[in-house]
């Protein structure tokens, strides 16, 4: 192996289960040398036939939770050079929206009530 080769490397962070059972959102990261970084999306996986597609396309998406219902995705996303923040993608369509602003983050995979109606999430202070 040569020190090119990083680029090539990806590596797979937390996975979410939907609640149907049918699919799955795995967070996917890869170096990017030039920025000494490691940028992830979301990639959606097919547990039938085990296709995968890409999910979403921030600069650092992570620690994806589906709600008890199926409605909702929260995750981690964290935009180039800021802190990641509490984000939700309604799955019946829309843009992920941006739920936090915390100065400095917030950490740790987000948990839904069993209603599906909050969410707890950990935030650095």
Sequence with gaps: MRPEHLS??????????????????VSIARPDTEEDA??????????TDGATT???HGWRDT?????????????LRQAKGEKPQLALLDLAGGEPQVLTSHPLGVSGAPVFSPDSTRIAYTARV
Excluded: I
Aim: aromatic fraction near 18%; glycine fraction near 6%; charged fraction near 20%.
């Design 8 to 25: 090539l490397f990806r590596m797979p962070g937390r996975a979410a289960v939907h609640p149907d059972g049918s699919w799955a959102v």
């Design 38 to 47: 490691y940028p992830a999306t979301l990639w959606r996986v097919d547990l």
């Design 54 to 56: 890409p999910f979403s």
């Design 63 to 75: 620690q994806p939770e589906f709600s008890p219902d199926g409605r909702w995705l929260a995750y």
